[in-house]
T-cell receptor, first 112, second 110 residues
Framework: EAGVAQSPRYKIIEKRQSVAFWCNPISGHATLYWYQQILGQGPKLLIQFQNNGVVDDSQLPKDRFSAERLKGVDSTLKIQPAKLEDSAVYLC??????????FGQGTRLTVV | KNEVEQSPQNLTAQEGEFITINCSYSVGISALHWLQQHPGGGIVSLFMLSSGKKKHGRLIATINIQEKHSSLHITASHPRDSAVYICAVSIIQGAQKLVFGQGTRLTINP
């Protein structure tokens, strides 16, 4: 079974530029999560989708971050414009049912 | 207080030592995950537990649901085991919610 796919693996951008990350969850997984992990900290939930609807985006900085999940499958997370403090690993995870969760390898973003 | 607490935050050991990393949580869960994150940031899922014990190679994970506690053990540790180990729990709050610990940075010296 293919895992959660994320791209790119690494991205370096200048502050005030825009960036987008892509996540392809495991086929059939209704729930998709985006997390932000700043160096030295545990991952923090940015947004959670159930199919193509948003379940929780309370910690998403909506002035610069946006996310969508088209047709309840793939998802993109965008930052516009990026700030230095956005440097982090962006982790996507997906799940089906209420027990198992599967994790992507993450995208490491460096804002300079 | 975080819902998921890991200890220690940092651990340095010599090659060959037996390693234990602990995870405690304060809420009802349906599953607990142990993840490994290498310096490049990539995350690998090691175990998913809802009860008992699982073993994969030199890695052993246990969970005690009554005590809300899990441990990850590494036997015969090796420098390539150096990584951040993260505990995450699946919480049922209406929709499923994943909550992560802050991670344990493990360094194994040769």
């Amino acid at each position: 079974e293919a895992g959660v796919a994320q791209s790119p693996r690494y991205k370096i951008i200048e502050k005030r530029q825009s960036v987008a990350f892509w996540c392809n969850p495991i086929s059939g997984h209704a729930t998709l999560y985006w997390y932000q992990q700043i160096l030295g900290q545990g991952p923090k939930l940015l947004i959670q989708f159930q199919n193509n609807g948003v379940v929780d985006d309370s910690q998403l900085p909506k002035d610069r971050f946006s996310a969508e999940r088209l047709k309840g499958v793939d998802s993109t997370l965008k930052i516009q414009p990026a700030k230095l403090e956005d440097s982090a690993v962006y982790l996507c995870a997906s799940s089906i049912g209420r027990v198992e969760a599967f994790f992507g390898q993450g995208t490491r973003l460096t804002v300079v | 207080k975080n819902e998921v607490e890991q200890s220690p935050q940092n651990l340095t050991a010599q090659e060959g030592e037996f390693i234990t990393i602990n995870c405690s949580y304060s809420v009802g869960i349906s599953a607990l995950h142990w993840l490994q994150q290498h310096p490049g940031g990539g995350i690998v899922s090691l175990f998913m537990l809802s009860s008992g014990k699982k073993k994969h190679g030199r890695l052993i994970a246990t969970i005690n649901i009554q005590e809300k506690h899990s441990s990850l053990h590494i036997t015969a540790s090796h420098p390539r085991d150096s990584a951040v180990y993260i505990c995450a729990v699946s919480i049922i709050q209406g929709a499923q919610k994943l909550v992560f610990g802050q991670g344990t940075r493990l360094t194994i010296n040769p």
